[in-house]
Structures are given as structure tokens and as C-alpha cells.
């Protein structure tokens, strides 16, 4: 169906303030992407899934300026052993990144993926973006497949010994930045991946993950700081027979941020869990949209999402299990919730369950909500001050969402970065 004159003008007027990169062997894939983006179109607050979210800043020509927050506080993860791969305003930064090598796994840089031999992330650039684009179309992946500037492709062949760590730092107030990594998870292999860090004033990030049969990988990333910046991201994920992806985001500023995992289960008796835990003050409006499709026996998936939310702060939640003909024995759990601390605040949910097989057990739920008086009046009782008191029933809120997390040194990280966030908004 072709488009309207408005979104077709709109999408005309973006793309003709941007150049295809030429990086690696990649043409085709992006030539492809852009195809997808003229015929999608880019998104507008008419769109059945942009209703909640106005996309107006993250697809107009120029980035809004964003302030480069000042703090004095430790980096995410600095305590932890990791590979370090460090990118500044979207460009890979040598200096501030470890040496590439860890035994398990090869690391590319997307520049270096070239034609002269064959390379294995050529296959898989834009195609799990591509096949994620149905049946719900994600213009701006697509439009990060045909942009992206820089990235990493990471193939997992063992169990190496620490996580690989992404690192984006925020450094000019106008920097407009498309990341794209892939990754690929062979048979048997296990690893972490960590990501944090603000990244740009306005950042789009694409990553695509495909894992072979009994494969395994475990993300969390962290976005905060510069309260500013406005992201989008889009995570594509195809599980193999026994394999498991579980991923956990932690967002705690950004006065705008859409997060997308669309997640295709394709083997017998694999496992995914997909959660988040997002704070948010003021003029912060965090979306997490998530589709699963279960199309195999015997999978289970799970998503996990709580939002603290006062000032008048927005939080939205879109999530669905598809189960297609045939995936019995599927195992899908959803809840969202929120709670909001006055009512000023907002949570928007569309929860959603398609079902096309008969023996599946599948369950969502969403909920908002204040504090729990009785169980605030107990603390005070207890002589718990009443900041204090409403502090500790707000991690407790949020632990079913940490808990997802299986690194347990992980996720207390996450709990000590949310009660010192929590501190500092006690005024």
C-alpha cells in the first residue's frame, strides 16, 4: 500500500539529510534496509504502535541538543572484569578499548567485515532486523541497517572468562549517532554481554543476535546519566533447540527512550526472558516495546517489566506473546506494572497474547499503582524514616524485574546504582 503524501514527504526529507556509509561488504544489506524504510515509511503519532510515543524528535533531520551531564559518580560495571570496547559519540575509540581478543570469542570491528573472504557477520547484518519487521514494521531499525556507521560483530564460540562490555560515551551536545553490532552465539558457547553508557544526544542502536542449538547469552545494559539524550533501540533475537537468551535493562534518566526486543524462538525446548527496571522524574518518557513469537515445542519466555515513575514522568509498556500453529507446550508469562509515587505520572500498557495452538499456558497482567500505605505505615511503626521507608518498598517493587538477572554480583550493582539514584531525588 503506498504511502500518504505527509509520511512519505517526512521520510523523503530525513533520508535526503543522510549518506549511505560504505562499511565493509555490507551494500546490499543496506541498500535492502533503505528499501524497507521507503516503503514502511518513517514513524508517526498516527501508527498503531507509536500511539503512546511521539516519534517527532527521533525522526526529524536534525538531533536535539543534549546536554553533557557533569557527574562524579563511578562508571556502570568499573568493578567488574570485563572486555572493554569503547565507543565516543558513536565512533570506535582504540585508545579507551581493550586489545580485541579473549578466548572464546572473535571480535570485528563492521568496518572490517570485507568481501575479500568470506565473513560470517555478512549473512547475518539486516537479516534477523528484516524478518523482525513482521508482522509489525520497525522503520527505524530498518533505518539503522542502512545507516549505521560503526559497530562490532562478535562471534561466541566458547565460555570466555569475563563479559564483553560495551561502552558509549555522550561527549557532543549534538551528536546523532546509529551503532549497529552483531552477534553470533554458536552451539554450546556461553557469554555475557554488558552495555551502558548515554551514548549521544540522540542515539539509534541496532543489535542483532542470532544463537545456535544449545547456546547461551546474558545481557544487561544500563542507560542513564545525561537526562537529556533521546535513544532508540531495536534488539533481534533468534534461539535455536535449547538455547536461552536473557536479557535486563536498567533505565534511569532520558527524556526520551524507546526500547524494542523482538525476539523469534525457532528451536524445541529453548528459553527466553526479556526485563526491565526503569526510574523516571520529571520530563522522562520511557517506552518498552516487546514482541516474542514462539515457533517451536516445548519454549518458555518471560517479560518482566517495572516502572517508578513521579514529577509527572510516562512510562509505556507494549508487549506480545505470538504462539503460532503448533508451538505446544509454550510457556509464556508477561506483567508489566508501575508504580507511581503521585499523580501527576502516567503508565500506558497494551498487553496482547495470539494464540494458535491448543496446549500452551500463557498469562499477561498489568498494573499501576501507589505506594502500599499499610506497608508504609509498618515501616514508620518500625521507626524507619519516611524517605527511608519509601525507598526500600520501591527497590522491593522492583526486585521481581533485578531478579531476572542470573549474575547475582550483577545485580547488586544494579540495586546499589538504583538506591543511590534514589538518594539523590530524596528533596
Known amino acids: 500500500m503506498a504511502l500518504d503524501d505527509r509520511k512519505h514527504s517526512a521520510t523523503e526529507e530525513r533520508l535526503a539529510a ?45 538531533a536535539p541538543r543534549a546536554a553533557v551531564f557533569e557527574h562524579d559518580e563511578g562508571l556502570m560495571f568499573d568493578g567488574f572484569d570485563r572486555l572493554k570496547i569503547h565507543f565516543v559519540d558513536g565512533v570506535f575509540d ?16 563492521l568496518e572490517d567485515v570485507c568481501c575479500t573472504d568470506a565473513h560470517w557477520a555478512e549473512e547475518l547484518y539486516g537479516s534477523l532486523e528484516a524478518r523482525g519487521q513482521t508482522p509489525v514494521e520497525r522503520p527505524l531499525a530498518a533505518l539503522n541497517t542502512a545507516y549505521a556507521g560503526d559497530g562490532v560483530a562478535i562471534r561466541i564460540t566458547g565460555r570466555p572468562s569475563k563479559p564483553i562490555s ?46 545456535a542449538d544449545g547456546g547461551t547469552l546474558h ?11 533521546r535513544a532508540v533501540t531495536g534488539i533481534f533475537t533468534r534461539l535455536g533447540e535449547e538455547s536461552v537468551y536473557k536479557s535486563f535493562t536498567l533505565t534511569v534518566n532520558g527524556v526520551l527512550t524507546r526500547n524494542e526486543q523482538v525476539v523469534e524462538i525457532t528451536g524445541d525446548n529453548a528459553v527466553a526472558h526479556v526485563a526491565g527496571a526503569c526510574v523516571g522524574d520529571g ?13 517451536a515445542v516445548n519454549c518458555e519466555s518471560r517479560q518482566v517489566f517495572k516502572k517508578v515513575l513521579r514529577n509527572g514522568a510516562t512510562g509505556v509498556f507494549q508487549g506480545k506473546i505470538l504462539v503460532k500453529e503448533g508451538a505446544q507446550k509454550t510457556d509464556g508469562y508477561q506483567i508489566s506494572q508501575s508504580l507511581l509515587l503521585d499523580d501527576d505520572s502516567q503508565f500506558l500498557a497494551k498487553p496482547e497474547l495470539e494464540i494458535y495452538a491448543d496446549d500452551v499456558a500463557c498469562s499477561h497482567g498489568s498494573t499501576s499503582g501507589a505506594i502500599d500505605e499499610t506497608a508504609l505505615f509498618y515501616l514508620r511503626s518500625r521507626g524507619v524514616p519516611a524517605a527511608d521507608a519509601t525507598d526500600l518498598l520501591t527497590l522491593a517493587f522492583l526486585a521481581e524485574a533485578v531478579e531476572e538477572i542470573e549474575d547475582e554480583a550483577l545485580a547488586d550493582d544494579i540495586v546499589s546504582r538504583l538506591e543511590g539514584w534514589l538518594a539523590r531525588r530524596r528533596g
Open 18 to 62: 543522510m549518506e549511505l556509509p560504505q562499511v565493509g561488504c555490507t551494500g546490499k544489506a543496506r541498500e535492502a534496509a533503505l528499501a524497507r524504510v521507503r516503503a514502511m515509511g518513517l514513524p508517526q503519532r498516527r501508527d498503531e504502535y507509536w500511539k503512546y510515543t511521539r516519534p517527532d524528535t527521533l525522526v526529524q533531520a536534525g
Open 283 to 295: 520530563d522522562f518518557h520511557h517506552d518498552d516495546t516487546v514482541f516474542i513469537t514462539h515457533d
Open 94 to 109: 582504540p585508545d579507551l578499548s581493550d586489545d580485541l581478543s579473549l578466548e572464546g570469542v572473535e571480535i570485528d570491528r
Open 219 to 229: 545481557h544487561v545494559r544500563a542507560q542513564g546519566r545525561d537526562h537529556e539524550r
Open 166 to 211: 560495551l561502552i558509549y560515551t555522550h561527549k557532543s551536545d549534538s551528536s546523532d549517532v546509529f551503532l549497529h553490532h552483531v552477534i553470533r552465539v554458536e552451539s554450546g558457547a556461553v557469554a555475557t554481554i554488558l552495555e551502558n553508557g548515554p551514548a549521544a544526544a540522540r542515539f539509534n542502536k541496532c543489535i542483532e543476535i542470532d544463537i
